[in-house]
Nanobody, 125 residues
Framework: QLQASGGGLVQAGGSLRLSCAASGRTFSRYVMAWFCQALGREREFVSTIRWSGGSAYYADSVKGRFTISRDNAKNTVYLQMNSLKPEDTAVYYC????????????????????WGQGTLVTVSS
């Protein structure tokens, strides 16, 4: 089970930190990711992090602004969102890939086994 939190309303240029708490004793083996879905659009990849935290991928649109991290002791993955833009407005979902496989394919939503309920991020101009 994944529980996302931390969304809210922020002005352009501001920051938010999303958190996703996971249940399960093998969280440290999971690949964890964040996706977003804006109104009227398909779910899109944002970022993903390997089980060790040593490797990550980012969508081009968020590189240099967002940082994914994880704390395996707390079963939690984070998404630090800086320099937010109105086009970042979306519902953000965390996801878990439980086999631990790490490849460029982990940017695809179909690779993920479990999804959180989503947290809304609204960036005003």
């Amino acid at each position: 089970q994944l529980q996302a939190s931390g969304g809210g309303l922020v002005q352009a240029g501001g920051s938010l930190r999303l958190s996703c708490a996971a249940s399960g004793r093998t969280f440290s083996r999971y690949v964890m990711a964040w996706f977003c879905q804006a109104l009227g659009r398909e779910r899109e990849f944002v970022s993903t992090i390997r089980w060790s935290g040593g490797s990550a991928y980012y969508a081009d649109s968020v590189k240099g602004r967002f940082t994914i991290s994880r704390d395996n002791a707390k079963n939690t993955v984070y998404l630090q969102m800086n320099s937010l833009k109105p086009e970042d407005t979306a519902v953000y979902y965390c996801a878990a890939e439980t086999s631990g496989r790490w490849s460029p394919h982990v940017r695809a939503a179909r690779e993920y086994d479990y999804w959180g309920q989503g947290t809304l991020v609204t960036v005003s101009s």
